[in-house]
């Protein structure tokens, strides 16, 4: 069993700054998809963000631009760089992963929020952005 552990939500203006990170308590696997997602209240879940074991990114494009998703492997720790935040950027962040065997030639397919079939979740943390 993995857990995905979030951290780093506030409260901050618009125009601010914040840094979230997701510790995952060991990997499995041999490749990965690690995302970050977000949910405002009466509205479905949005993929912001993933990033893979080879470091191949990929983001919404409400947030290119502005958010970079970054990873250190050696704490096995995901980030989202905020920047430039917005009111809509509000919403409880969740951290998720994927993590498979793949056998195969070359590199696994990159991944997709949209499509990533997620083993785990972590509990959230909140963004607040006011105006």
């Known amino acids: 069993q993995v857990q995905l552990v979030e951290s780093g939500g506030g409260s901050v203006q618009a125009g601010g700054s914040l840094r979230l990170s997701c510790a995952a308590s060991k990997y499995t696997g041999n490749t990965y998809c690690m995302a970050w997602f977000r949910q405002v209240s009466g509205k479905e879940r949005e993929g912001v963000a993933v990033?893979?074991?080879?470091?191949?990114?990929t983001y919404a494009d409400s947030v290119k631009a502005r958010f970079t998703v970054s990873q250190d492997n050696f704490k096995r720790t995901m980030y989202l760089q905020m920047n430039s935040l917005k009111p809509e950027d509000t919403g409880m962040y969740y951290c998720?992963?994927?993590?498979?065997?793949?056998?195969?030639?070359?590199?696994?397919?990159?991944?997709?929020?949209?499509?990533?079939?997620?083993?785990?979740w972590g509990q959230g943390t909140q963004v607040s952005v006011s105006s």
């Open positions: 990033i893979d074991n080879y470091g191949r990114t």
């Open positions: 998720a992963a994927n993590f498979k065997f793949f056998v195969g030639r070359g590199f696994a397919p990159p991944c997709s929020t949209d499509t990533m079939d997620i083993n785990y």
